[in-house]
């Protein structure tokens, strides 16, 4: 007696689990990756970069303040730490004048203390910040 078996089907490679996997990578790697080393971030315009062509009525003429984000959080003013009423106060006054900032965030600076500072220089008004690094030359 001969027994008829069934016909196997034939099997199919999926893509279902390895797209799963990836999905799974990428999530993990989103959550994970943490933007402590502020050369990542973009700053201000460097020599090769094309300069945007600016009429000369729009140049802003005020003062130029420098300060500079210490690796503890706390911003300096020509070497002195300013706390946050007097952080406060000099960002309104240059606001006031038309001044710029330039932000100079040392290398191990906290990024939430960039944050924070961004946002009071935002919140007093300043339109012309930028963030500003020193690189070694070769």
Do not use: C, H, N, W
């Not at 700053?43 to 009429?55: F, I, M, S, Y």
């Not at 420098?66 to 106060?89: C, I, K, M, S, W």
């Not at 965030?105 to 300043?126: H, K, N």
Request: proline letters at 8%.
């Amino acid at each position: 007696m001969i027994l008829a078996r069934p016909a196997r089907p034939a099997r199919r490679v999926t893509l279902v689990p390895l797209i799963d996997v990836l999905f799974i990578l990428l999530v993990y790697f989103m959550v994970t990756s943490v933007y402590r080393d502020l050369d990542m971030i973009p700053l201000a315009e460097t020599q090769d970069a094309p300069q945007a062509v600016t009429p000369a009525k729009d140049r802003r003429t005020g003062p130029v303040a420098l300060l500079r984000l210490t690796a503890g959080g706390e911003v300096a003013l020509r070497g002195r730490t300013l706390d946050p009423r007097g952080l406060r106060e000099f960002l309104e006054t240059t606001a006031a004048e038309g001044g710029r900032l330039l932000i100079l965030p040392s290398g191990s600076a906290p990024l939430q203390a960039l944050t924070r500072l961004m946002d009071a220089t935002a919140a007093a008004g300043i339109i012309d910040a930028r963030l500003v690094r020193i690189e070694a030359s070769p």
